[in-house]
């Protein structure tokens, strides 16, 4: 069995050596063009000339949870696209937002500025009540991120294309249900998958249907906002703040608005990180699965696109 990994700005040599030690009876090899076509592939982003070398691929792992990038390519026809599945990155996505979340709404930014210039100030507390937080894509991290904010007590709300009952997470689904989702939401999290479908669904129309004062988190994609809209927003005072993790170009270019804006937290495409031991742990796991004539969890539907 043949294992290749192709994956655009990854050190390599840290995940051969972790493959080959979980898979010893495996050839793990770096791409090289022209090599020996893989039964299997390892892969972050890799180029249209690697995918065309491959034609008895029996499936493609991605060594993350969003697969947008990989969709935009010709696949080998008989591949299964793979997504990593959590492996560890919905406890990460669920600190990063609960972090967000309560530093917007306890204040902290506002404090830590005060502090600086030497103040002890007391901010009068807000009501937990009037912050409901909307989470949209109720999949393997948005589940997460919900659980973790109905912890801190917040109301908590839920978006995705199918039906779900989540216990103490008022659920909604479609789009038929996105405008009560929205006007129901003060803090909107993201964490769609990028599709067709949802490409810029982080707009003027859909960010002013939030209650007042709303606040906007995207950890999801780049491409889900409209960053124009974004700045006239809260520019207006329609939105109180967002933090972004995620940018239409990265690393988000110099002199972007952003950077600079007053009422933006910018983070660079870290709240959930690839965690190597645990990603390689999942993949040889799944291919051993796979080896064995049976199913595995975490195919990517190529007709949804995630
Ligand atoms: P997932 O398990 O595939 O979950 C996706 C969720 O979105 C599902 O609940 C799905 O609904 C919902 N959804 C998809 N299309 C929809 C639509 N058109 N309308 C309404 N809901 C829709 O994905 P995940 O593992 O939670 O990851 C989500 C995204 O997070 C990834 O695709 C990636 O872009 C991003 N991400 C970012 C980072 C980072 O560091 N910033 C790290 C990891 C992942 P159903 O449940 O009905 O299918
Ligand atoms: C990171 O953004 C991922 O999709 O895993």
Request: hydrophobic share 45%.
């Amino acid at each position: 069995m043949k294992i290749t990994f192709c994956c655009t700005d990854t050190k390599a040599e840290p995940w051969l050596a972790g493959l080959r030690a979980a898979l010893p009876e495996a050839l793990v090899e770096l791409w090289q063009p022209g090599a020996a076509p893989a039964d299997y592939a390892v892969v972050w982003a890799p180029p249209q000339a690697f995918l065309d070398e491959q034609p008895q691929l029996k499936a493609l792992f991605n060594i993350g949870a969003g697969v947008d990038a990989l969709m935009l390519l010709r696949l080998p026809p008989g591949a299964q696209v793979v997504r990593l599945d959590d492996a560890g990155m919905s406890v990460q996505m669920a600190e990063y937002v609960c972090h967000a979340v309560i530093r917007h709404f306890r204040e902290f930014d506002g404090y830590e500025a005060d502090v600086k210039q030497g103040k002890w100030s007391y901010r009068k507390p807000r009501a937990r009540a009037d912050f409901p937080v909307g989470v949209m894509g109720l999949g393997v991290l948005g589940e997460r991120v919900a659980r973790a904010l109905r912890v801190f007590e917040f109301p908590v709300m839920g978006w995705s294309r199918s039906p779900k009952a989540l216990d103490d997470v008022r659920c909604f689904a479609g789009p038929a249900q996105f405008d009560d989702f929205l006007a129901a939401s003060r803090v909107l999290v993201n964490l769609l998958p990028l599709t067709p479908e949802t490409e810029g669904i982080l707009n003027r129309a859909t960010l002013s249907r939030l209650k007042p004062g709303g606040y906007l988190i995207n950890v999801a994609r780049g491409a889900h906002l409209v960053d124009e809209d974004l700045i006239a927003l809260l520019d207006s005072g329609q939105l109180a703040g967002a933090t972004l993790d995620v940018f239409r170009t990265e690393p988000l270019p110099a002199g972007h608005p952003f950077w600079t804006h007053p009422k933006i937290t910018v983070t660079p495409h870290t709240s959930a990180r690839t965690l190597r031991e645990e990603s390689i742990a999942q993949i040889a796991g799944k291919i051993a699965t796979l080896e064995r004539g049976e199913p595995i969890a975490g195919i990517v539907d190529p007709a949804r696109g995630y």
